[in-house]
């Protein structure tokens, strides 16, 4: 490929096999046409790198790259490191996207070439029944001076997904913005508020051209419960983020209470991780984990922790204000009884 395409379009790839030749169909249709297809196979064991391979034997703008299977941050981070695009997005391999995605997209972008940020926009959720539903978000620009509403909005679900965006990859080079390893289930969000903290604008605008699809990859949506080590780096990375827009933006808690709400969600599943079965953490290395929490997170626990059923406002008491051993106790005992509502547990 001798020439810079306007749009780097990142498609990470793992056991998707079913789905894959939709999704790549779906690109090189697009009514937007100056772009680069970078596939990553992320060590996929079915046939989907030889998928790959075969389309970039077709066509010119495809480029593929096969690495050991590390994950959909470190695919999608290979993507960019290799990606020469004026502007970059990402679409999930089991998704697919209608012929006007990248137009749309592009369009949106102000006249003004110097001014980075980002487009975003709408989805469908494509459920296994084969029902579709819209997933609408409504017109707005965010500037600079506005840019703390995006923390709320962010958190809030309605724009943190990566899909359907599109992005600055001078803004992303300049800062080497890039999706953080190691978490479970938070990567875009972190992506996109390291991003936006560079932004000179963020534009939403209510068109649904992605087709997510909901409950078929458990590879990659999975919801589960990881390990420790996952789901603490999740919650670190979240919290440490919403403390750099808080001193950045002098947000007050009431205006963060979606964010300490999601917070103590993050937090349940780091004790859920700690007591899970599967896991098999010895007693002495269950209570390494609670010291580690309590040494590291102390204030937040006393202040944001806002557990809503009896045996989490037990807990929490427990793990503050006793020692670590009648915390895990206490645990252990309702693990043992699978009580139902066991921190967030329904």
Known sequence: ??????????????????????????????????????????????RCGEICEEYAQKDERIRVFHQENA???????????????KYVTYIDSDDYVKPSYLENLYGALPED???????IGGLDKMFPSGEIRMVHVPAQNIFPDKRNKIVTDLIDKQVSYAASKLYDNR?????????????????????MLDYVLYSDFIFIRDFNDYV???????????VRINDFY??????????????IYRALYNLDDISLMRAWKSLTVFFHKIILSIYKLENH????????????????NRKWIKKYFLPQYKADKCAKYLLYHTNVVFFDLWMYFLTATKFKKMFGAK
Not at 11 to 21: A, F, G, I, M, S
Not at 281 to 296: A, D, Q, T
């Open 212 to 222: 997510y699809r909901v409950g078929y990859s458990t590879e990659v949506l999975s």
């Open 1 to 46: 490929m001798n020439y810079t395409p306007e749009i780097s379009v990142i498609v990470p790839v793992y056991k998707v096999e079913k789905y894959l030749q939709q999704c790549i169909d779906s690109i090189l249709v697009q009514t937007f046409t100056d772009f680069e297809l970078l596939l990553i196979d992320d060590g996929s064991p079915d």
């Open 113 to 119: 070439d110097f001014l980075k940020g980002v487009i």
């Open 230 to 243: 996952a789901e603490y780096a999740a919650f670190s990375n979240f919290l440490n983020r919403v403390y």
């Open 171 to 191: 803004l992303i080079k300049k800062y080497n913005i890039s999706f953080v390893p190691g978490v479970s289930g938070l990567e875009d969000l972190l992506f």
């Open 71 to 85: 994950g959909l941050s470190c695919a999608r981070n290979t993507g960019l490191m290799n990606s020469s695009g």
């Open 281 to 296: 953490y010895s007693w002495k290395v269950r209570l390494k984990f609670l010291r580690k929490i309590l040494l590291e």
